[in-house]
């Protein structure tokens, strides 16, 4: 007997969002409360900021690699999906928080997913293998010293950016 459906609705590959995740939030609300409220939930999240330019709005964080299944503690991750994903392949997020003025403040929330990609080795001896994850041995196919690190862009976190831009209205009370 052929068993369909067999994941749980938790582990399925999660649709990726193409629009902004955003918010706008009551013109009352004080854009420097606005900002130490997002840099405190990213930090919570270890997102930790890279640059922070108040004269455009924007805050981007140092990529985090992502939350494995044997690290309960971290937040990063949402969906079953992701975790399982992030468990299998060295993967990395990195957010970006935009403050849009308008006739209200509107908060938009990016993070953006990395897979790591490189050649894999050729490991022949048993001294090889502490050199394994260098760049100092030659690729499987022989073709010279593995090039360095490639990281692709898979998409992005919508249910992540969600989660966080919801914590960052509900610690600064802004009424939506």
């Known amino acids: ?12 590959k999660p649709v990726r ?18 900002w130490s409220t997002a840099l405190d939930v990213l930090q919570k999240v270890d997102f930790l900021p890279d640059r922070q330019d108040r004269a455009t709005g ?4 140092f990529p985090t690699t992502s939350m494995q299944w044997h690290e309960p503690w971290r937040q990063d991750v949402v969906t079953g999906y992701d975790l399982l994903e992030s468990s299998m392949h060295t993967l990395q997020r ?3 928080v935009r403050f849009v003025k308008g006739e209200r403040w509107t908060v938009e929330m990016q993070i953006d997913i990395y897979r790591l990609s490189r050649a894999e080795t050729q490991i022949t001896t048993a ?3 502490l050199h394994g994850f260098s760049s100092r041995l030659p690729t499987a196919e022989g073709t010279g010293l593995v ?9 992005r976190d ?4 969600q989660r966080l831009l919801n914590r960052i209205l509900i610690q600064t009370g802004a009424s939506l």
């Open 1 to 12: 007997m052929a068993m369909t459906g067999a994941l749980p609705a938790g582990c399925a």
């Open 17 to 34: 969002p193409e629009a902004a995740t955003a918010a706008e939030v009551d013109s009352d609300e004080d854009l420097d409360h606005l």
């Open 58 to 61: 924007v805050i981007t964080c």
């Open 94 to 96: 990195r957010a970006t």
């Open 127 to 129: 001294s090889s293998v």
């Open 147 to 155: 090039a360095g690190e490639n990281w692709v862009l898979l998409g």
């Open 158 to 161: 919508g249910e992540l950016e």
